[in-house]
């Protein structure tokens, strides 16, 4: 990352471009803003700056993040785009925020690039050996392909699988989401211009996902090219040569918003994708496979993998990639606990027996009345943050607390002061909040 330091004799900036240098980042002292400025991270003493001038600096830069060095971390930000790191800074968190900000801005974190083919054909369940053999003899055909499954599941991935598995790999693999493209768009975007989308596909594989929501304009084109081979260009009839794949829920495919001479068309082949609920004894070489892409194998508590296991993950295995990355964020490093997952997930760890019928208690398991309000107030706590999107000055108002008995209360029950924000967000705060919790 390309970083700019603004020196104003308090920031530590020599031993900070130090450290920086060292893990190959490029780093400028600056004195003053200067017009001619460009960087991917700005730190600065925001004592040193007014409000108003941290926010021109930042609208100027908005691609930038900015880093505010405080001595409270109950300061005000003027921005609430911006970081915090409390002074004297330690290194190490710096070094830390920037390399989770290198990866976010890199796309190295994005969850769509961690669900590839291995993650999703990760270990030996019949219902995931079976898919396997489903891509390699569906690989073999030139027909078109129907791929079924929930939102999640990795439809883009089984027909990339299947295209890479046949005589057109190599050749252009182009996934089209057609629930993307409002109104008439997708018509343009797949049909429209002097050399369209889908010409560009020629030799090779289209794959719309989503399909059930083709607007009844694009269907009779797509009919065109799967039936007769033509595509019309600026009135002109053009051969086409390309191998169509659709994608979406059975439930939906069935309902009728495709025309039938379409579907009919389009499902020679159909591949069913297991849900993740049913692939339980994969889920542990799913999850290793997503920590090592992350960059962090091997970090995960016996009790959070508990909590994953008794999860059903409605969103399947791009839910769990989300959340992964969400818990590998909160995590700094460190092995991924239950606090670190989202608060869906942290809720599904198998009841215990102070949960259970009081007439079937053993009374050597009775808690006392404080510690089943101290977990009643963690659990609402951390309800009260996801309700928030993780704001603490919302939370803190809610729970009628000042900000400072807030971060009181979540450092008690140790609780990441960030907790109830996405990934991304996460990122974006992480170094303040983990300088909340010491």
Not at 258 to 268: D, E, G, I, S, T
Not at 269 to 292: Q, T
Request: charged share 25%.
């Amino acid at each position: 990352m390309d970083i700019a330091i603004f020196d104003n004799g308090h920031t530590q900036a020599s031993t900070l471009r130090e450290a920086l240098v060292a893990e190959g980042h490029g780093v400028q002292i600056l004195a003053a803003d200067t017009a001619q400025m460009t960087c991917d991270l700005i730190v600065l003493d925001a004592a040193a700056w007014s409000a108003a001038a941290i926010n021109r600096l930042a609208r100027r830069l908005p691609n930038a993040e900015l880093l505010l060095l405080v001595n409270d971390l109950d300061t005000k930000l003027p921005s609430e785009a911006a970081m915090a790191l409390l002074k004297p800074v330690d290194p190490t968190k710096l070094l830390r925020l920037v390399r989770l900000l290198d990866e976010a801005r890199s796309g190295r974190g994005d969850p769509r690039d961690l669900v590839d083919f291995e993650t999703l054909f990760s270990g030996d369940s019949p219902a995931i050996v079976d898919l396997l053999r489903q891509v390699r003899l569906v690989a073999q055909s030139e027909a078109p392909v129907a791929i079924y499954g929930e939102l999640g599941s990795g439809r883009v991935v089984a027909a990339r699988a299947i295209h890479d598995r046949s005589l057109r790999q190599g050749r252009a693999f182009i996934p089209v989401n057609a629930a993307a493209f409002p109104g008439d768009q997708l018509d343009h975007y797949l049909f429209g211009g002097s050399h369209p989308l889908i010409q560009r596909a020629d030799g090779g594989t289209l794959f719309i996902d989503c399909a059930t929501e083709l607007a009844a304009n694009v269907q009779p084109k797509l009919l065109r090219v799967v039936d007769e081979r033509l595509l019309a260009v600026a009135g002109v009839d053009h051969r086409i040569d390309v191998r169509v794949m659709i994608g979406d829920e059975r439930a939906s495919m069935t309902k009728g918003s495709l025309r039938p001479q379409l579907y009919y068309r389009l499902k020679v082949h159909e591949v069913e994708l297991p849900p993740l609920r049913e692939r339980a004894n994969d889920l542990g070489a799913i999850v290793g496979r997503i920590l090592e892409r992350l960059g962090r194998p091997a970090l995960l508590s016996d009790a959070a993998a508990r909590s994953l296991g008794a999860y059903a993950f409605p969103g399947n295995v791009r839910e769990l990639a989300h959340a992964l990355m969400h818990a590998v964020v909160l995590a700094q490093g460190s092995r991924i606990e239950v606090e670190h997952l989202p608060v869906d997930i942290q809720e599904q760890l198998p009841s215990t027996p102070a949960q259970t019928d009081v007439d079937e208690l053993d009374p050597a398991s009775l808690e006392s009345l404080e510690a089943v309000a101290r977990r009643f107030e963690r659990t609402y706590l951390l309800r009260v943050l996801r309700a928030v999107g993780g704001n603490r000055t919302r939370a803190a108002k809610i729970l009628d607390l000042s900000r400072k008995g807030l971060w009181q209360k979540l450092k008690a029950h140790g609780i990441p002061a960030h907790e109830g924000r996405d990934a991304a967000e996460a990122v974006a705060v992480g170094a303040e909040d983990e300088s909340d919790l010491g």
